[in-house]
């Protein structure tokens, strides 16, 4: 539009200098909040409305780095993501206490979208190093090559409002930080959403043991509930079914215990996989993650592990979501940013790019007022002469 030449060098430089800014604003708002007294805490943001359901969800992501840990095996390393999310309220027609859903959705029956989902949790999780969480378990899914599409996994964004609630807005948070800075981070985006006086409020992850200990230190205090992506535990019974068995065999056992997960019916799930796992007796040295005894038993862990947040039948009744697609999605949309063979990033760049991104997808905008703000609290020899000027 001016008619000057941007190069990409300059555009990099730019990108990265506004995105370090946001980051020092994003720095100063968490330290901010952790000054604040718990009764300021309850009493929540001046302003700001609490929505009736809300959502805290988090997950990782991959990027590779300019430079690697003398530990590092590669220049891959983590970043992390969390969503701070206001939902739909639940229906005013439904009668109090009553589940809203109570049969299982089609899309659990069925055999070629369960197939095709596990294939793809595990490929997601053999894509990710460093998670503490256990193995998705592994299962058949034909060519390693072969994609798979969007015809055989539905858009996760787009499943059954049994699983979800829509959402109404989101606010994103993103780090190449450790889990301790992204919890503070998280924290304060949530208390500034106002998230914290929710009538209803959920705390949604997969089976990793850091965002779990996020929820203990960081919300559990403030009543998130604690639950266990769905998803994720059908990938672990499907697995632990169909181990061993022709589909024929373990595609009944399947649907059974989806039926009890569903009904929160969990322990009869346990029970029935443990009493698998007795029968094909414990793993070996030479079995490997791919076995059908380590299948059924890594399951039996998960399971037993997670019981605590897989009660779905209160979760629906309250309105809350069963499933993180929604943070998924968001870390695919990072990902096209920040990930890619060709793409490496400083510490410094990589948390500037993320910033701006994580800007971009919040529904609250804050780039809009960052750049109404910005000649006011800009530093450097153009504010200086702004303000002498106006003197």
Not at 76 to 103: F, I, M, N
Not at 133 to 155: I, M
Not at 255 to 269: F, G, K, P, Y
Not at 324 to 341: A, Q, Y
Request: hydrophobic share 35%.
């Amino acid at each position: 539009m001016l008619g000057v030449s941007a190069g990409r060098k300059l555009i990099e430089r730019q990108t990265e200098r506004i995105g370090a800014e946001r980051v020092a604003i994003r720095d100063s708002s968490v330290e901010q909040h952790e000054h604040r007294t718990l009764m300021t805490i309850a009493s929540g943001p001046a302003g700001v409305p609490a929505p009736v359901v809300g959502a805290v969800m988090a997950d990782g992501g991959r990027f590779q780095r300019t430079g690697k840990n003398a530990q590092a095996t590669s220049h891959w390393g983590e970043y992390k993501a969390g969503l701070c999310l206001t939902l739909a309220e639940p229906d005013d027609q439904r009668a109090p206490g009553v589940d809203p859903h109570p049969s299982v959705p089609d899309l659990l029956l069925s055999p070629d979208y369960v197939r095709a989902l596990t294939c793809e949790m595990a490929r997601k999780a053999a894509d990710v190093s460093g998670t503490d969480a256990p193995p998705e378990p592994a299962r058949a899914c034909g060519d390693p090559d072969e994609p798979v599409g969007s015809s055989a996994v539905p858009d996760r964004e787009r499943e059954s409002p049994a699983l979800s609630p829509a959402v109404t807005a989101r606010e994103v948070v993103a780090t190449t930080r450790d889990a301790q800075a992204f919890a503070a981070q998280l924290n304060a985006r949530a208390w500034d959403s106002g998230l914290f006086q929710a009538d209803h409020k959920a705390f949604v992850g997969d089976g990793s043991s850091w965002i779990w200990t996020i929820w203990s230190k960081s919300f559990k205090a403030w009543e998130f509930v604690p639950i266990l992506d769905v998803i994720h535990a059908v990938t672990y019974l499907y697995a632990a079914a169909m181990a061993g068995r022709p589909e024929s065999e373990g595609w009944p056992v399947y649907e059974q215990w989806i039926t009890w997960v569903w009904n929160s019916q969990v322990e009869l799930v346990i029970n029935a996989v443990r009493e698998r796992a007795t029968e094909l007796g414990a793993p070996t040295d030479s079995d490997g993650p791919t076995s059908v005894r380590q299948i059924v038993w890594t399951a039996l862990g998960y399971l037993d592990n997670q019981q605590s947040r897989m009660d779905y039948v209160r979760y629906r009744k309250a309105g809350l979501p069963m499933t993180s697609s929604h943070m998924e999605s968001t870390v695919k949309e990072l990902n096209r940013r920040i990930k890619g063979s060709e793409k490496f990033w400083s510490r410094s760049g990589g948390e500037s790019v993320l910033q701006l991104k994580a800007d971009i997808l919040s529904t609250s905008e804050p780039l809009s007022t960052f750049w109404k703000n910005r000649p006011q609290t800009r530093t450097g020899l153009h504010s200086r002469c702004q303000t002498k000027a106006a003197t």
